[in-house]
């Protein structure tokens, strides 16, 4: 697996690699190549050492893995960040790492899949950081942004798009998807806007009034 720092740092989303399940290589060689910083969480050391690839910065509590100075040769320098609070996750720890060094944007890989805990907290855990740090966490089959109060991009039709509240969103108001709302509500595990479709090539503006929201660009 190829290394980075084809950009400059700041000019580009940072790359936080977590330990779920791996995503395609082609999709990490993207990332890759376009991030100018690349933090790994503990727990995903050994398969990032097995695929070559160049980090900045190892985060975690470091609890369950043998880290040798031997194992982290071939890295050096990397800097080793300890961070033993058992009240956040290593996501959790690793965005707030990034937003302390000032870094404005995030890609997040390998936080979804294995287990279904892990994979739920990963996911609605990212919605309280919007405010502090642009956020996209990616897989084969998805690309997840916590959403602000107004939102408006450029799809191609068909495009799969779904709403997915974490607890209750207020005040929704789309155009250009197939099945738009108008001031409506989501609350999750009651009503979701999941499978919906880009109706038109076009600007598709997803605005809400309270709560929060998630994105998620789906393909099967």
């Known amino acids: 697996m190829s290394s980075h720092h084809f950009v400059k740092e700041g000019q580009e989303p940072a790359l936080i690699i977590a330990n779920g399940e791996a995503c395609s290589n082609d999709l990490l060689g993207q990332l890759l190549e376009w991030s100018p910083y690349v933090l790994v969480l503990d727990g ?5 050492l097995d695929l070559g690839i160049k980090m900045d910065a190892l985060l975690g509590d470091f609890d369950s893995h043998d880290h040798s100075l031997e194992q982290l040769q071939q890295q050096m320098p990397v800097e080793i960040v300890h961070t033993p609070d058992q009240n ?3 996501l959790q720890k690793g965005i707030e790492f990034l937003i302390d060094r000032g870094l404005s944007a995030v890609n997040i890989v390998w936080a979804t899949g294995r287990r279904a805990d892990h994979n739920l907290t990963n996911v609605t855990d990212i919605v309280r950081y919007k405010k502090q ?4 966490m990616l897989d084969d089959y998805s690309r997840i942004i916590p959403l602000p109060l107004q939102f408006k991009k450029w799809y191609a039709k068909g495009t799969g798009l779904s709403l997915m509240p974490v607890g209750t ?18 609350t999750i595990g009651y009503r979701s806007g999941s499978s919906n479709e880009v109706l038109d090539d076009g600007f598709v503006s997803i605005e809400h009034q ?3 929201l998630l994105l998620m660009e789906c393909r099967d």
């Open 88 to 90: 956040k996750t290593d």
């Open 169 to 186: 969103v207020n005040g929704i108001t789309t155009t250009g998807l197939k099945y738009n709302l108008q001031q409506e509500a989501l």
């Open 210 to 212: 309270e709560g929060d």
């Open 44 to 48: 995903a050391i050994h398969r990032v």
């Open 133 to 136: 740090i642009n956020i996209v």
